[in-house]
């Protein structure tokens, strides 16, 4: 698994950072599910459907236990030991479908049911990995709104670059309310009405951070916990940066540095 491991070293230091410090067992399994997703993404943003269907098709002989590769040998095994339900990844293929064919997002709801699709998701298969409690309907619900907070952090921060990419996830209808045009996008400097979308849905963002800590409560486990936290923090951090930036997006690519990160680390380990 440790080609798996080299994935998330590149793509996503926070998350590395996270869930590295977990049993073999566990951050392997997170690791792989992450390598799979970030193949499907990747193929997915860079407008790819040949390498796209050769990803659905090795999902789907991941369910049907006819797995060829050592990654889809791999996602059996996690998927298999933790019952992982195949839906999930199911779900999320819709929602990366929707960034290959580039589809618009109209309204609220429609960018609601593609956070889910595309982080929702994982939520609700990281979970189980870091405990053995059982997971009812409520606690799905929690793990949900958490994995939206967490995909909505990433699109506020990436605005203006996923606009050069060729992605708008603003929904149509919340741009037309606010007046915000696609050249408020593509423009150099933030616009006032930009920002004033941007101080909406960061709001309504950090509120869905609130269930951070009833998600965290389900995990028993000080490493494990600890591993979902630092990953929840950073991410809330990001957020928190966007806000003392006065929201502006546009000045520079906000990230949580590595001495930030180890002050996270500090305070969510003795806070425990």
């Not at 490493?223 to 630092?230: D, K, M, Q, R, V």
């Amino acid at each position: 698994m440790q080609a798996s491991e080299e994935v998330i070293k590149k793509y996503s230091s926070t998350f590395y950072f996270s869930f590295s410090p977990l049993p073999a067992y566990q951050a392997d399994s997170i690791y792989v599910i992450y390598d799979f997703l970030r193949k499907l993404d990747n193929a997915a943003d860079s407008n790819d459907p040949a390498t796209f269907e050769k990803m659905v098709a090795g999902w789907n002989r991941v369910k049907n236990n006819q797995a060829q590769s050592d990654l889809e040998k791999n996602l059996r095994l996690v998927f298999t030991t933790f019952e992982l339900p195949f839906y999930l990844i199911d779900d999320m293929i819709n929602g990366q479908k929707h960034d290959l064919n580039r589809e618009p997002i109209n309204s609220a709801a429609d960018l609601h049911e593609y956070c889910y699709q595309v982080a929702g998701t994982v939520g609700l298969l990281l979970v189980p990995i870091l405990t053995t409690n059982r997971i009812n309907h409520a606690n799905q619900q929690k793990i949900i709104r958490l994995g939206i907070a967490l995909q909505m952090t990433n699109i506020l921060r990436d605005i203006k670059e996923d606009y050069q990419n060729g992605f708008i996830y603003l929904p149509t209808e919340l741009m037309n309310e606010y007046s915000v045009s696609e050249a408020d996008l593509a423009a150099e400097t933030i616009s006032p009405n930009l920002r004033k979308l941007i101080i909406k849905l960061s709001n309504q963002t950090l509120t869905a951070y609130d269930y951070n800590r009833k998600v965290l409560d389900l995990i028993s486990n000080p490493t494990s916990h600890t591993a979902i936290s630092l990953a929840v923090y950073g991410y809330r951090a990001i957020l928190k940066k966007i806000k003392r930036q006065d929201f502006n997006v546009f000045a520079k690519r906000i990230y949580v540095s590595k001495l930030q990160k180890m002050i996270i680390y500090l305070r969510v380990k003795y806070a425990m």
